[in-house]
């Protein structure tokens, strides 16, 4: 009514209309009329300003369809996109299309369980070197374990392929993995190795490779400014410990983030320090599957706490650093979560982007500005989010508790 009172109070000289008003059979001066006629005006002035105001939100926008199982892609300089499938293809979306053949010379993997191709990183030299990186389960059921290769992309083809690292010792179990990798600014080589599911306590010890970060060169070869390279009783890959099964791993200016896995509940963001201990299965949030309680011990001398703890689980599966943010994707919970790094605190601004509601596998920021998810299962897609506003903010009653 502030409108309308409003256009009652403009003066309007009636008499300067050049129309003969005595000879009109209406009494433009009785207030039933008047007020009809301003209250269309004000109608029309209120869907105009409504129409102009309020844009179509953005949306979402499928690049690709019909991927199997996706693990992991990556951006190549010519705008192609290799994307992983967990059988054991590399595939290359071109032009917004998923091409039929699929680049050969991808070494044998495990495929099993949660195990199979993993991660694909392109070399930050790449348009020099043509180097790639896969991470991928290697072995057979009784004796396997996580393995990264390098080789050069010739067209469609792997030539000159070099195995970097193989975690020691062998396992006999097809799950946690992990895998996720990571080149750092001095261009090594960060890698995640998980706990192998029941190899939990070996996360603690430095002899072994379970639940830990590695960091290798790019050749394989072991930085000697490693924290563990001079100890004997240490391998010297190790760069952090105390891990379960870390999928995610980003890097946000001089500093490294981490998401991994917990049991139930207990799922994780940390920034990472080399040669620092965080925590499994000493301290943790969550319990085991079954409801037993894995530690009394929430927190312990000598080890780190998370910077975000997700209890329920989410089931955090890869985080990419973005315009000045993190971003986290899962499994359980199939959204897309907003993590503000604010010195060295998180917050969660829980998840954005609401058209996106499915099991999410990986995610990465491209090279056009926006974000792009890769979705889980059969039939997965890849799919461009819109640049972020407020409409892409899930509203607090659909967000999980």
Not at 196 to 204: P, S, V, Y
Not at 377 to 395: D, F, M, R, T
Request: with cysteine; hydrophobic share 35%; aromatic share 10%.
């Amino acid at each position: 009514m502030r409108q309308l009172s409003n256009l009652f109070s403009v003066p309007i000289n009636l008499f300067s209309v050049p129309i003969n008003l005595f000879s009109v059979p209406i009494n433009f001066f009785s207030v039933p009329t008047r007020f009809i006629l301003v209250l269309a005006s004000a109608f029309s002035h209120c869907v105009f300003a409504q129409t102009s105001l309020s844009p179509a939100p953005p949306v979402s926008k499928t690049i690709a369809k019909g991927l199997d199982s996706p693990w992991a892609f990556d951006f190549l300089p010519n705008g192609d996109i290799l994307v992983t499938e967990r059988k054991g293809k590399l595939r290359v979306i071109q032009n917004g299309a998923l091409m039929g053949a699929d680049i050969s010379g991808i070494p044998d993997v495990f495929y099993a369980g949660q195990g199979g191709l993993l991660d694909v990183m392109i070399d930050r030299d790449f348009a020099t070197n043509q180097r790639l990186y896969l991470s991928y389960a290697w072995g057979e059921r009784g004796a396997n374990a996580l393995r990264i290769m390098s080789a050069k992309l010739d067209g469609m083809q792997l030539r000159e392929q070099q195995i970097l690292f193989t975690a020691q010792p062998l396992k006999d179990t097809s799950h946690h993995y992990a895998g996720r990798l990571l080149q750092l600014a001095d261009g090594t080589l960060l890698a995640t190795v998980g706990d192998g599911f029941d190899f939990r306590e070996q996360a603690q010890t430095l002899d072994n490779h379970f639940g830990k970060v590695i960091r290798i060169n790019n050749d394989g070869t072991v930085p000697d400014d490693n924290p563990f390279y001079d100890r004997n009783d240490a391998l010297p890959e190790i760069w952090s410990y105390g891990h379960r099964n870390q999928q995610g791993l980003a890097l946000a200016g001089q500093h490294v983030y981490e998401n991994e896995h917990g049991p139930k509940g207990g799922d994780e963001v940390n920034r990472l320090t080399p040669g620092n201990n965080y925590g499994w299965p000493v301290i943790t949030q969550g319990i085991d599957y079954n409801g037993a309680q894995i530690t009394p011990y929430q927190e312990y001398e000598g080890m780190e706490q998370p910077g975000i703890d997700w209890t329920p689980s989410i089931a955090p599966s890869s985080m990419a650093f973005h315009e000045g943010d993190l971003y986290v994707t899962s499994l359980v919970e199939g959204r897309v979560r907003k993590i503000q790094i604010d010195d060295s605190h998180l917050i969660d601004h829980g998840p954005v982007f609401p058209e996106v509601d499915e099991r999410l596998r990986d995610i990465a920021s491209g090279p056009d500005g926006h974000l792009y998810v890769l979705t889980d299962g059969h039939n997965a897609e890849l799919i461009q989010l819109p640049k972020e506003s407020p409409s892409n903010k899930v509203s607090s009653s659909n967000a999980p508790e």
